[in-house]
């Protein structure tokens, strides 16, 4: 017999990898893997690809018989076949009893594959959770009996299995959860419920099992239990969820996000669990309704969005809807959710990492021809309007979509059932880049007249699928024949730059000439860049000789408060300088007690009393020549990082100590840890809850055996949908 299980997204959530280089896969197409009839693609750190295909091969020793297989194709981040196709495994399959065959392969988080397999071939043998390239496999049950509730890795070497026996002379189903590594040897099965109804299986952010289950008699409501990778109930007790949970997916802060449908009723409420198996605080009790009017949850999936919410689609109405971590629905989407302006189809919904999502799909053209085409939703809901997108692979033949992915930096995978020659069937497999940022420049954009000693509030938007790493702002002077800069590597997330204007003019005695340009540049996390520059000229002009004793102030918020940078210019000598801040641009004004730091006549002074999010003005007083000076009032507050990040703040290489800065934008539960080029575990640095802001971990160079040989390592911080990844030589 068969039971209700979960099904998820077509896509997987969106990882956070180091910038890897996409350029060199093909623009309108993709590259050739093998036969099969369908495929699974699994992201690497740094940006390659893994694809398992499935499709039959020769069943071996019984060669004359057909069977089932999979094969493992690898792809580096350029689009070449870093290793040919290899075959795992075939299993046998009798055509006259038929057979499930094998489920949706996983990875362990360190290369590992694993996957189920079942058949109802005359006892053939029981169902096997196969260790693939391991040489064990683990038996589930027999193949009569046997039910995959769902198959998870937990990306710290280890997967969970959550399974179901039914005893065929009383009817009981039991419900089992086990847990292996890549010897096989984590921990025994557990035993989650004696009278099972149905079952899903969810990873969080920490790699815990979060174990779903309806029981019987009381099939009305689940309960959901999670489990630590040592087998050990992490809540005091089990969670009550009414209705039935359908699907989970990690929260980004330790807890986790559980789809649910009420048994003959309608709707898809989303619930949203804490660490501690308690209701996330704001959110409704009965959750909040994903997919109103829904009766058949089988065309339900849930997947984070990269942002904190939760994306569910639903492919019987062909919509998408949003779900904010605050527990509402996200502004700008509509209540009944999000009509996908595509044909009636199986699309591959991909997250963008920024709360919008890529959907990937097919579109018939000419005689039976398929295309594949895409579109971009955006966080606000925005779609692209209408049913054509962006065309992407328009090769003779059907292209069917098999399956999507994220490649952790913003843009998507997606494997198809190529039939441009059917006669060669293959499976195709290819990739489309975010695209860079698109930046508007707001002021000055044409026509403004700028005084030399002036502070004017230069303002730029930014619009992107990823996070924004720096931003940069030059000028010119003569419409673009030659640039200036005037500020580099501000903070990504800057929006505004209070600049004071430096000569030379653009004019003479008898007046401005406007042709003065800004160009704001952006550049994401991944390395590409966009910019814009003014429409039209403007001018820098003076008609006073004023003495200006500092070129430049602003402030900006930093990890440890509101970072005040000034410079002096050249041949002045300012005294006496005091930081001042106020809560009003026209004051009181208290004097604080920070100190400058100089570098070659540019100084750097921290606020570390700021309060996050609470806006302030600073100015900045001092004498020249007797004569006080006031500079500014500029206005800042300090807020928490915009975005993860990790980075190494010590030298590299590295002879002692690796000192580590990890930037945390909301709390999260993340592992850090560091690997050796075999992907081996030398040190666990941490594993547990992290608050907003910038946190310091620190490598001793040691391992569990003691000091760590020289060498090339790599630190990885891990959370659910997150992965960051950081080189390190060791010199001894």
Partial sequence: MRFPTSLGILALAGLSLAAPAFASWPANDGVPTVAGTSATLLPQAGGGLVVVTQGNCSYYPLSIFSGLGLTRSAFDPSGALATPPESLSCEYTDPLNGGYGWGRPVEDGRGHLFAAYGSYSHGWGSSQLYALKLGWSYSLGTAESYAPYGLKGNGGGRVYQLYANENTTTSVITAYLACFDSA?????????????????????????????????????????????PDGIARWAKPARIPGWVWSIAGDDAGGAYLLTY??????????RLDHDGTRHAGWPAAGVDAAPGETYPFNLGLVADGAGGALVSDTQTMKLQRIAPEGHVAAGWPAAGLALPIPRSSPAIVPDGTGGAWVVFGRTVGTGDTDLRYGRITPGGATWGDSSGTTWVTAPGQQTLLSGASDGAG??????????????????????????????????????????????????????????????????????????????????????????VTPPLTGDAFGPTYTALLRVTATDDAGRSGSDVSNTGWAIYDYIDAVRPVTEFDASPCDAGVRLHWVVASGVTLEHVVVERSDAEAGPWLALAAAPIENDGAFVAID?????????????????????????????????????A?????????????????????????AVEVLDLQGRRVATLANGGFAAGRHRVEWDGRGANGQAPAGLYFVRATGSARTLIRRIVLER
């Fill in 646 to 670: 990790l980075a190494i703040e010590s030298a590299n290489p590295a002879r002692g100590r690796v000192a580590l800065a990890l930037d945390v934008p909301r709390d999260v539960r993340l």
């Fill in 262 to 271: 009420p048994p003959g009723g309608a709707g898809a409420p989303l619930v």
């Fill in 411 to 500: 843009g998507f995978y997606a494997a198809w059932d190529d039939r441009r020659t059917p006669s060669a069937q293959r499976i195709r497999v290819g990739h489309v880049a975010a695209p860079p940022p698109a930046v508007t420049v707001g002021f000055p954009n044409g026509g403004e007249l700028l005084f030399l000693s002036s502070t004017p509030l230069l303002e730029w938007s930014v619009s992107a699928t990823g996070p924004i790493a720096s931003i940069d702002l030059d000028l010119s002077r003569d419409l673009g024949a030659t640039w200036e800069p005037i500020a580099a590597q501000l903070p990504g997330d800057r929006r505004s730059y209070v600049w004071y």
């Fill in 608 to 644: 570390r009393t700021a309060t996050a999010g609470r806006p302030y003005w600073y100015r900045l007083t001092g004498t020249t020549g007797g004569e006080t000076h006031v500079i500014g009032p500029v206005r800042a507050a300090a807020t928490a990082p915009r975005a993860f």
């Fill in 184 to 228: 096989g040897s984590a921990w025994p099965k557990i035993t989650i419920s004696t009278n099972a109804h149905s079952g899903t299986l969810g990873v969080d952010d920490a790699g815990d099992a979060i174990v779903a289950w309806v029981e019987r008699p009381n099939i009305d409501s689940t309960s959901v239990q999670a489990f630590s």
